[in-house]
């Protein structure tokens, strides 16, 4: 299985933050998926794509141009897809995913599980959509979609398909 996980290339100020990110990377690698991601070395990208290939697993990166001529990207994965620009590199993420992870992360990765979940309430994307909530983070989101539902913006069968597991044993349950 592909699994697309939108984080950001900074660390966060928790080390709990990269001690999580290396056990779901181990755990897409010893599971036999395939990550797909950002493409990125440093911060907690880095920190996934290296969990996953210390792991045994296979790592696909897909960065902008503009990444790369910056060198950001992370040299020793399996594959880096060079895109043109950010909106290609979202649909590159989406289109190679048959599920989708937002650890936590800043505007961008909001942003990307963002379309991921537009696509899901349009029924363009049926594959499972996953906020990974740890130490409620994400909390305030989840009760924003919650607010949606009560203020009659979003229908709860649509809201259901959102899933907030809180540890990586939750996703692992989830996508076996």
Excluded at 70 to 75: G, P
Excluded at 92 to 111: R, S, W
Aim: with cysteine; proline share 3%; aromatic share 8%.
């Amino acid at each position: 299985m592909n699994i697309t996980v939108y984080l950001g290339s900074a660390r966060g100020n928790d080390p709990k933050y990269a001690e999580e990110v290396i056990k779901l990377g181990t755990w897409i690698g010893r599971a036999g998926h395939r990550l797909i991601y950002g493409g990125s070395r440093i911060g907690l990208m880095g920190e996934l794509a290296e969990a996953v290939l210390q792991a045994g697993g296979e790592v696909i990166g897909i960065e902008p141009g503009f990444f790369v001529e910056s060198c950001l990207q992370h040299d020793g994965i399996t594959e880096l897809i060079v895109t043109e620009t950010m909106a290609e590199r979202k649909a590159k993420l989406i289109e190679m995913g048959d599920a989708f992870i937002a650890f936590p992360g800043g505007t961008g990765t909001l942003e990307e599980i963002a379309e991921v979940m537009s696509q899901v309430r349009l029924g363009h994307n049926d594959k499972p959509c996953m906020i990974l909530n740890i130490d409620r983070y994400y909390e305030p989101l989840k009760e924003l979609l919650d607010h949606m539902v009560d203020e009659g913006f979003l229908d709860q069968e649509s809201r259901d398909k959102f899933l907030f597991p809180e540890d990586i044993e939750s996703i692992s349950q989830l996508l076996g």
